[in-house]
């Protein structure tokens, strides 16, 4: 098994969870958690979106997703563009896209996991990328060039073989044209998507008092998963103050601003989108 190690990620490589993890808060309404934090250890949560995505009559083909990211923060972070569910045979497969910024080293890397799988046969890494084994499951991912502006990111379907069906992901810069391939995974057959994406963002390194959080501000689109778009979304938020979540109905996208002395001037809620 080829296994290069990206030093932001803190892989396990001893084996791989039986069952598939809890993917964080479950979709709701949420409360307006700002209890005061004096200090926080990482990773900790700032901002979720729960997208709620009509259902399909066919297996996944194309996942795309606009991030409008900012210049690479300070402090390390790590933004779930999409976790998605798949069902297969009445089994649900979940898959997330990633992108991670480390505190330490400056590395940046996008990376595509999915949980519970344990079979390196279900990897194929990019020419000059990763795959691990960790915890949750298994992972592949490159480097990632990050710059500001807007990226195109794109989970999808590439061939079927006898064991299941490989999914790609990809990034591109709107700009310039930069291009970030982070692998290839293996999935179950003809899956369908289950009719919630999540998106959030986690701070997994440096600052641990929230006002020496280092201020930052993005925008995550909503996603479309073979052409159909979002019909509604759902905002929560982990425990700092210094976090704001807005949901812009009518483009459709979701921006989080974090750290300094950013206000909190949405409160979380259900939202419909047109």
């Known amino acids: 098994m080829r296994a290069l190690l990206p030093l932001l990620l803190g892989l396990a490589l001893a084996g791989c969870a039986s069952e598939e993890p809890t993917p964080g808060p479950a979709p709701g309404p949420g409360g307006d958690a700002v209890a005061a934090v004096a200090t926080f250890s990482h990773p900790q949560p700032l901002g979720f979106v729960w997208w709620s995505v009509p259902a399909g009559d066919g297996p996944l083909r194309v996942l795309e997703q606009r991030v409008e990211l900012p210049p690479r923060p300070q402090d390390g972070v790590r933004l779930v563009l999409s976790q998605v569910q798949l069902r297969a045979a009445g089994a649900v497969h979940e898959l997330q896209l990633a992108v991670h910024s480390d505190h330490d080293t400056g590395d940046a890397a996008a990376t595509l996991s999915r949980a519970g799988a344990c079979d390196p046969a279900d990897a194929r890494p990019a020419s000059a990328g990763f795959e691990a084994l960790r915890d949750a499951g298994l992972e592949v991912g490159s480097a990632f060039p990050w710059r500001p502006g807007t990226w195109i990111a794109r989970l999808e379907w590439r061939r079927d073989d006898a064991r299941g069906s490989w999914f790609g992901f990809t990034l591109r810069h709107e700009a310039s044209g930069d291009f970030c391939d982070a692998g290839e995974l293996r999935g179950p057959a003809r899956a369908s998507v289950q009719p919630v994406v999540g998106s959030w963002l986690s701070l997994t390194s440096g600052a641990d008092v929230p006002g020496d959080v280092v201020p ?42 974090w750290g300094g002395a950013t206000q909190r001037r949405h409160a979380a809620g259900r939202f419909e989108l047109p």
Request: hydrophobic share 35%.
């Open 216 to 257: 930052g501000e993005l925008t995550l689109g909503g996603p479309r998963v073979d052409a159909r778009v979002p019909r509604g979304a759902t905002t929560t938020y982990g425990a700092l103050r210094n976090v704001d979540v807005h949901l812009d109905a009518p483009r459709g996208e979701a921006r989080i601003a």
